[in-house]
């Protein structure tokens, strides 16, 4: 004789499950960069510390520029969420958005993606879905990188690396990938491997022309607040050598994201675009490369910083959304245009 069966968990109960694994994750993912954080900082020569600085007022600066900008990629990222019919408001895709990104300081590039396709899967978006918009932001938001970097490394103070030519072949591939057709068949031959029943998804190509303008702004943003944080933390700052370290290094996190090793091609690209800046103040290559990495440290670490008061605010603003919901509504269920007009 078998006894009752269990209840079921609600909607609600498997969202503070959600957010307690989220918190978990979170401590987790701090706790290791920190300590690899400080194991970098400690290996800095002490020559190379003393040409650091503090300036609160441009770090305060910077993170005003880098919440616009993410507000923007949020508002982005629903766009090409929506074709696959999520109607999720912009304070939960926030919340998503903000705890996935915190995984990109993890070593290897899978975890963001799939931390994003299980935080969509808790609020009911398939991860098919999910994994398919991931493939469109992640080529044209490639594709913007570049572009920033043709548009500014040629101001910049250092020659683009050995290595640049191979950015040609990858701007190709994201441009081909880019058409509507081409994008539709590549997600939906996605669907069929997978072995989901999912109709190939129709991108308009003025959509996709609208979220690469708005990613281009993005990444600009992004590098307004690198010079900044340079500006903030540095010996000396250049604006174009910002914009072209912020496009480059998402250009190679997206478009080579399926390879191993994609954080030391982004950190050792900021390294060398950043070298030659430092050298004409400094006077020294050695030197200067040692206060690039320095630099590159502090923008790792203060991306991180800025993450996770994204996180916060985002979780603030769903607990607000739902307050203002539920404040909304009476016992008997919404309450009608008649009710309580006179009050």
Request: hydrophobic residues 55%.
């Amino acid at each position: 004789m078998t006894g009752p069966a269990a209840p079921a968990s609600t909607p609600s109960e498997r969202r503070r499950w959600g957010s307690a694994a989220a918190t978990v994750f979170g401590v987790a993912v701090v706790a290791v960069v920190a300590h690899r954080v400080a194991a970098d900082w400690r290996a800095l020569p002490l020559h190379a510390l003393r040409a650091f600085h503090f300036d609160a007022r441009l770090l305060a600066a910077a993170w005003l520029v880098q919440t616009a900008g993410w507000l923007l990629v949020v508002d982005t990222w629903r766009g090409m969420l929506r074709p696959a019919g999520s109607a999720l408001p912009l304070a939960r895709h926030g919340r998503a958005y903000a705890l996935s990104s915190l995984a990109q300081v993890l070593p290897g590039s899978v975890w963001a993606p799939l931390s994003r396709v299980a935080l969509y899967r808790q609020e009911g978006v398939p991860g098919l879905a999910v994994s398919m918009a991931l493939v469109v932001e992640l080529v044209v938001l490639g594709l913007a990188g570049l572009a920033l970097y043709g548009a500014w490394a040629p101001l910049a103070h250092g020659l683009p690396p050995a290595w640049s030519p191979l950015l040609v072949p990858l701007a190709g591939l994201a441009l081909v990938l880019l058409h509507p057709a081409a994008l539709g068949r590549l997600v939906g031959r996605m669907a069929r491997w997978l072995g989901q029943d999912m109709p190939t998804p129709r991108l308009a190509g003025r959509d996709v022309a609208a979220w690469l303008a708005r990613e281009a702004v993005v990444l600009s943003l992004s590098g307004v607040a690198l010079y900044l944080v340079m500006r903030a933390v540095g010996p000396v700052a250049g604006l174009a050598d910002a914009m072209s370290v912020a496009g480059l290094t998402v250009a190679l996190a997206c478009l080579l994201a399926w390879l191993p090793a994609t954080a030391l091609l982004k950190d050792g690209g900021m390294v060398v675009l950043l070298t030659p800046l430092y050298r004409t103040a400094l006077g020294d290559t050695g030197e200067a490369a040692v206060v690039a990495f320095g630099v590159t440290v502090i923008w790792r670490l203060w991306l991180l910083a800025v993450q996770l008061t994204w996180a916060g605010l985002a979780a603030a603003w769903v607990r607000a959304a739902g307050a203002g919901a539920a404040g909304s509504t009476t016992p008997n269920g919404p309450a009608s245009p008649g009710r309580g007009d006179d009050r």
